[in-house]
């Protein structure tokens, strides 16, 4: 394949990743944000405030580590792809075959969160902490 066009597909893909990390971070503040307003006005809903706050620390955590690595990551891809052509085409594609793996557990992982929601909405609807808490895992397994 041509260098220039995998170079082009490589800097594509970083700036998607770039963007995608920004909705992170953007999601994590919303969720702060929205956790916190829940909290201060005694909201029925205000424990969704811990599994809001949980997630987005991971979310800044993630999305801050890619934002902060981002350029330099393409950086020496460029480098690797000048002196190693096939090297950085057998790097990458071990990479992303664990990212997508990744990707498989996180999926399981985020049903299991909406699954969990779903039963403390219809079990404990009752207590206020199972609804806020359901509520808050709902809203960022939804997006996530």
Known sequence: MDPHAVLAILRHYFAEEVKASWAYVLAAILALAGGAW???????????????AAVAVIQLGVGGAILARSPAR?????????????GLRDAESLRMAR???AFRFYKLF???LILTAIGLALFLAQ???ARGVALGLLLQAGFM
């Open 127 to 129: 207590n206020t902490i």
């Open 110 to 112: 985020e049903i299991a």
């Open 74 to 86: 393409v950086a020496a891809l460029e480098q690797s792809l000048n002196q190693d052509p096939a």
């Open 99 to 101: 990212v997508l793996d």
């Open 38 to 52: 829940l909290w201060s006005n005694h909201s029925a809903f205000r424990h969704a405030l811990w599994p809001l």
